[in-house]
């Protein structure tokens, strides 16, 4: 994510052609709630794990949460439980997110302009 924000002006290429305004309201809207959906989950599953106690878990190894002390332990069980509550709704709710956006694609591509599938290629060049 932080490539695509530092090469931000490689990948303005705007709407499809065909797309009319409500579609691309529609379709900005969705990219934007992707972006903080894959920006909040982890950043709140972080938070949980760090304030919690618990600890990150990391591949094969965990990295050690906060030390609970008696000054600190009701705001650090606040913020896990916090994150927690946010991190479920969100989870709840947004994974609605793929499923609609694969669907756009899908009548993008149903509606003639296969150029979409070009576009979203991880392996392809920014298109102009």
């Known amino acids: 994510m932080g490539y695509r924000i530092?090469?931000?002006?490689?990948?303005?290429?705007?709407?499809?052609p065909g797309t009319g305004p409500v579609e691309g309201?529609?379709?900005?809207?969705?990219?934007?709630a992707l972006y903080a959906f894959m920006t909040?989950?982890?950043a709140t599953g972080i938070a949980m794990g760090y304030f919690g106690g618990k600890g990150l878990p990391f591949?094969?190894?965990t990295i050690p949460g906060?030390?609970?002390?008696?000054?600190?332990k009701a705001s650090y069980g606040n913020i896990a439980k916090q994150s927690f509550k946010?991190?479920?709704t969100l989870g709840t709710y947004g994974k609605y997110?793929?499923?609609?956006?694969?669907g756009g694609a899908l009548k993008h591509s149903v509606t003639g302009n296969s150029m979409i599938w070009s576009r979203v290629?991880?392996?392809?060049r920014p298109m102009h």
Not at 9 to 16: C, F, T
Not at 121 to 124: H, Q, R, V
């Open 121 to 124: 290629n991880p392996f392809g």
């Open 25 to 32: 309201k529609l379709a900005d809207f969705s990219h934007a």
């Open 6 to 16: 530092f090469n931000a002006a490689k990948y303005q290429v705007g709407h499809l």
């Open 59 to 61: 591949f094969v190894t």
């Open 40 to 42: 909040i989950m982890p």
């Open 97 to 102: 997110l793929i499923p609609l956006h694969i």
């Open 86 to 88: 946010f991190h479920k």
């Open 66 to 72: 906060a030390t609970h002390t008696d000054e600190n």
